[in-house]
């Protein structure tokens, strides 16, 4: 677990004053209801979405396609990955996988959303690193939870988010 | 009728939808969602649910009616509606597709064809409900008001 160089552990308004530090959340989710819900729930806290209805597609915006480069994809830019666990073609545990694969992702955390409480389902997703599981429909509860580790989180690519005041 | 009774009728109306268990909490998560960025947030994701579920329940009908039924795959769409339903808020929706979960992990033909129906009797009952509540909203706003949150606890 990284240390965050912020004393801070709750989320304050103070650290996030930079009008361009918005988190950027990447939302894979084959559903465009659950997708628009996401989105919402996301920008309300403050979030920066791109959102991908699969795990295909999610990983050529991450630049992780087949023959891609990370170097015009949002991947520098990406904080956090939430994923529907049942998808169809990529699951959102292979597209866990996938991620945790790859050198210039792995460290982004990754989230899966489910809308069943499966014990080995929330295992395995945790044992292959997944930060946490998740379960539908997520709430601005969660979403603000969410976006409080995020503080702590930071995407080794774009700094420190939080300057604890 | 002026503003405030129409108000009030909204509120009593969306109390019932709630006490007969026609809706859930979701709902109201959906409600506090929107704002005025986007003030037909409501309207627009309960909308991707009737396509969703008009669109599911009829690919359900259709496998059910086939000679050998694909029971995974009704299970696959019953799973999405399920998802749909319990999004919005649609409970006894939900509630119908987590029992016929049961019977399509039993291969029960009959038992699915009683629990479509059923669910098919829940979804246009909570269709024509929402589509109650929304033309009250619009009244309230036509006549120049604003339409009243729900409080979380009643």
Do not use: W
């Not at chain 1, 996301?42 to 990983?59: I, R």
């Not at chain 1, 080995?120 to 429909?137: N, Q, S, V, W, Y």
């Not at chain 2, 939808?17 to 969602?33: N, T």
């Amino acid at each position: 677990m990284r240390m965050a160089s912020s004393s801070s552990s709750s989320f304050s308004s103070a650290s996030m004053a930079l009008g361009d530090e918005k988190p950027h959340v990447l939302a894979v989710d084959d559903s465009l209801l659950d997708r628009k819900l996401i989105e919402k729930l996301l920008t309300n806290s403050s979030c920066k979405v791109t959102t991908a209805e699969n795990g295909q597609k999610a990983l050529e915006l991450l630049g992780l396609g087949d023959g891609q480069h990370t170097l015009n994809s949002i991947a520098s830019k990406v904080n956090l990955i939430i994923t529907d666990y049942c998808m169809p073609g990529m699951t959102g545990y292979e597209l866990l996988k996938k991620i945790k694969e790859s050198p210039t992702m792995k460290d982004i955390p990754v989230v899966i959303v489910s809308s069943e409480n499966v014990p080995t389902r929330i295992k395995k997703c945790l044992d292959e690193g997944a930060e946490e599981f998740m379960l539908k429909p997520l709430q601005k509860s969660d979403v603000n939870r969410l976006r409080c580790q995020l503080t702590k989180f930071s995407n080794p690519h774009k700094g420190m988010l939080c300057m604890g005041r | 009728m002026e503003v405030g009774q129409m108000q009030r009728r909204l509120i009593e109306y969306t109390k019932s939808l709630f006490m007969e268990g026609i809706l859930d909490d979701q709902f109201l998560q959906l409600q506090q969602l929107q704002d005025e960025s986007n003030p037909d947030f409501v309207v627009e994701v309960v909308s991707l649910f009737f396509q969703d579920a008009e669109k599911l329940l009829n690919d359900i009908t259709r496998a059910l009616d086939l000679q050998s039924v694909d029971f995974p795959k009704v299970d696959a769409h019953v799973h999405q509606l399920k998802g749909s339903s319990a999004s919005v808020g649609a409970q006894r929706v939900k509630n119908g597709c987590i029992a016929f979960r049961n019977f399509c992990e039993e291969q029960n033909v009959d038992g699915s064809l009683r629990c479509l129906q059923q669910i098919k009797q829940e979804y246009y009952h909570v269709k024509n409900k929402l589509e109650a509540l929304f033309r009250l909203e619009q009244q309230i706003v036509a006549a120049g008001g604003s339409v009243p949150m729900m409080e979380l606890s009643f």
